[in-house]
């Protein structure tokens, strides 16, 4: 298993570089789990896939909680067959992939419950990409009947899914999205924007 | 055929908002062929396929043109199952997917070699998404040669492929990528970010 994502952070600031620089330390946790390279236009890191996602909330909050109009873009995969094995890339934990599809739904729901909270309320848009062969139908139907009962689904757009809440939850929602459905060792891609602090927020 | 996109411009300034307002004016030319729909996260447009990119480019050279570190984000697709057909997004023009491919590297060489400049230099990185059944092998390494003869491939990363160049012929290369290669009617999905002015280009 190769896990990974590509993420960048936009602040919507003249002090941009200030406020990357001191969100950046949120990372520190996990940088012991992680390999993380940085060019100009994102940063990668590989590592636990069950890590991936609480990485970047906490990258994110970070950030916005400086109160400026900020977004984080990631391209976020697993599985993909270019990529080599990394030991760093540790198996899905308590994947329950063997387990009927309707008690994973219920798992991922209970997982997004226990979230913790973190005050930050965030817009989430993404688009899940099952790709090769492996994955069913059956799981994507599973996935979204997940998202509609997440408690933080806001609706269906063209071309992807739009999530609303705190910033706990909607993290987790997309990491149960992006774990727990389709095939466990299969090619996912994960597109993904959060954005807060929008002047634009409805 | 359905296609289009979900765009975000994210200028790195305390302006953002009258840098965003000033730059949709470029837009104005496509309005006729386009339907375009906006909310706090993303601009939808739909319309034809060989358009998006060319609208695309000319929203961020203007954004870009303020000189202020500026990014846009894009989810692009085109045949997407779940989407009805749509008379504005006329099948893609010039196609030539019954000529070898060979011929069709090509051709997609001489496109971006024709392409306008526009003065702009900028880093585009992007993951090129074939999905459902339909898409040959060939096709996809058809598509990474053209790439390296682009003129504009900077370099292969984890998850996605970063160019590098004028706006104009890095978003032809976009362009050919997503229209010229998988299946004609197939479902193709592209996931982009493009970067301009960074105090950080390598």
Do not use: W
């Amino acid at each position: 298993m190769f896990s990974g994502a590509q993420v960048s952070l936009y602040p919507m600031s003249d002090d941009f570089v200030g406020i990357i620089l001191s969100a950046i330390g949120a990372l520190d946790p996990y940088r012991p789990n992680f390999r993380i390279e940085t060019d100009d236009v994102s940063t990668l890191i590989v590592g636990p896939p069950d890590q991936l996602f609480p990485a970047m909330r906490d990258l994110f909050v970070a950030a916005a909680g400086r109160g400026v109009h900020c977004v984080l873009a990631a391209t976020v995969s697993r599985g993909c067959p270019g990529e080599p094995d990394d030991p760093i890339c540790t198996p899905i934990a308590d994947s329950r992939h063997d387990r009927p599809l309707e008690e994973r739904v219920a798992a991922a729901v209970a997982h997004v419950e226990a979230a913790p909270r973190t005050g930050r309320i965030v817009a989430a848009q993404f688009s899940l990409y099952p790709l090769g062969s492996g994955h069913h139908m059956d799981e994507i139907y599973g996935c979204i009947e997940f998202l509609k009962k997440s408690g933080v689904f806001d609706r269906s757009k063209n071309f992807c899914t739009k999530l609303r809440g705190d910033a706990g939850p909607v993290f987790a929602t997309l990491s149960e999205a992006f774990l727990r459905f389709g095939a466990p060792q299969g090619h996912v891609a994960l597109d993904l924007k959060v954005s807060a602090n929008s002047p634009t927020a409805l």
